[in-house]
């Protein structure tokens, strides 16, 4: 496998085709002075706190979370911009890690990214806890791991899930 410096510079290459394949799809007449330079304006504009919002009640369930001792991570299939806009969001704090697939090696629903976040947090895979609001082919593909996924797009109100996280947790805890 490649090593970080190799996927974190592989990560620019990746977004720079999306980009043009998505100008290329709307217009393929559009020509570009520089398209090295747009495509690495875009892709820093992505870092932008502005462009980035959080889900209401995120920051009282993370609290809510924390405060019953539950340790966190983020993972992601964004890429190494992620830290800047979670700390303008306020919520970096509340992660002890921030996985990506540059780190692991492969992306979600991929098991070695779990894998990484279970070894941080020593703990078996089936231990883990995943809050996501991912497609449901991607949730199922984590469940498929022996990891409770729990999709968070259904929830309407966030602020009653600690009580049920606090219950699946101990379920997934082995007895003392």
């Known amino acids: 496998g490649q090593d970080f410096e190799s996927r974190v510079a592989g990560e620019f290459s990746w977004w720079s085709e999306r980009i043009r394949q998505t100008f290329q799809a709307t217009d393929s007449s559009v020509l570009f002075a520089d398209f090295p330079a747009f495509a690495n304006q875009l892709f820093e504009s992505f870092a932008s706190p502005e ?36 700390e303008s969001l306020g919520i970096e704090e509340f992660f002890e890690h921030i996985l990506l697939p540059a780190e692991a090696g492969a992306a979600k629903p991929a098991r070695a990214l779990f894998d990484l976040a279970a070894q941080r947090f020593d703990v078996p895979l089936d231990q883990l806890i995943y809050l996501g609001d991912d497609d449901a082919s991607t949730l199922a593909a984590i469940a498929a791991h022996g990891i409770c996924a729990l999709d968070i797009r259904v929830v309407e109100r966030l602020s009653p899930l600690p009580d049920p996280i606090e219950s699946i947790a101990t379920l997934a805890s082995p007895n003392p």
């Not at 959080?54 to 966190?72: E, N, Q, S, T, V």
């Open 51 to 86: 462009l980035w919002q959080i889900r209401a009640g995120i920051p009282a369930l993370l609290r809510a979370l924390k405060a019953r001792g539950h340790p966190m991570a983020v993972l992601s299939n964004f890429d190494h911009r992620l830290p800047k806009p979670l």
